[in-house]
Nanobody
Framework: QVQLVESGGGLVQPGGSLRLSCAAS????????MGWYRQAPGKQRELVAA???????NYADSVKGRFTISRDNAKNTVYLQMNSLKPEDTAVYFC????????????????WGQGTQVTVSS
């Protein structure tokens, strides 16, 4: 069964750094796009950073210059390096991927991880 497993969340002081990891596991035929979203209390889920199906990257304006998304294709893993964290970055961060499982009928679909809490507070 294909799934996404996140790790790396926690509590950090303003100005600090965290690195999130998301590994896609299971029998995977292809990963078309992969990235990170977040949802703060009382707010809608929003894109943070992602690799598109064409291989380019998208970032939310609020994190440009502070967050960096990277990936290890051999491990089916994406990372989110978060620097200069602010209290407004506090949210549950979700990994998202557009993947095609290897077993037939190989239906391409969107997957979500379980989420990891990031809290920025002094």
């Amino acid at each position: 069964q294909v799934q996404l497993v996140e790790s790396g969340g926690g509590l950090v002081q303003p100005g600090g750094s965290l690195r999130l990891s998301c590994a896609a596991s299971g029998s995977i035929f292809s990963i078309n796009a992969m990235g990170w979203y977040r949802q703060a209390p009382g707010k809608q889920r929003e894109l943070v950073a992602a690799f598109t199906s064409g291989g380019s990257t998208n970032y939310a304006d609020s994190v440009k210059g502070r967050f960096t998304i990277s990936r290890d294709n051999a491990k089916n893993t994406v990372y989110l390096q978060m620097n200069s964290l602010k209290p407004e970055d506090t949210a549950v961060y979700f990994c998202n991927a557009d993947m095609t499982p290897a077993p037939w009928p190989r239906v391409r679909r969107n997957y979500w991880g379980q989420g990891t809490q990031v809290t920025v507070s002094s």
